[in-house]
């Protein structure tokens, strides 16, 4: 697989120097991310921004939030959690959280309903804790 680094490196350059946060984002929250173009098998952002769906689990101000990436690719794996939202099913990524500037986001596409949104707040305190969960 191809990477093109250095398109990526020219969009970061411009949501640094032109992102504004003139927003809050919250759990729950699913945004468009730009996470851009990563190494090995981190989750890439896909088309000419670079970016996925997110979901986001805690914003800890206006400036930086934990999220978790979206993939469309059914995986039968205790580090994915099955997600409908929008009318589809996607695939969270749970072992990809991560911290990412809100400049990054783009723009708001959708919620985790509440329950959905526990058992994944469950099951990424169970990785943290190196305890087994059980698939749902």
């Not at 896909?46 to 800890?60: D, G, M, T, Y």
């Not at 999220?67 to 690719?73: N, Y």
């Not at 580090?79 to 929008?86: A, I, K, N």
Request: proline fraction near 3%; charge should be positive; hydrophobic fraction near 40%.
């Amino acid at each position: 697989m191809d990477k093109d680094f250095d398109k990526w490196n020219g969009k970061k350059k411009n949501i640094e120097e032109f992102g504004l946060i003139d927003f809050y984002p919250k759990g729950r929250e699913i945004w468009w991310c730009s996470l851009g173009v990563n190494l090995g098998v981190e989750a890439d952002g896909k088309e000419e921004n670079f970016r996925r769906p997110v979901l986001i689990l805690k914003a800890f101000n206006k400036e930086m939030s934990w999220i978790l990436p979206l993939t469309s690719s059914k995986r039968d794996n205790p580090f994915y959690h099955e997600l409908v939202w929008g009318g589809e099913k996607s695939w969270l990524i749970l072992s990809q959280i991560r911290t990412v500037s809100n400049k990054r986001l783009e723009r708001k596409v959708g919620f985790a309903e509440l329950a959905d949104f526990n058992i994944v707040k469950e099951k990424i305190i169970a990785l943290i804790k190196e305890e087994k969960f059980q698939l749902s």
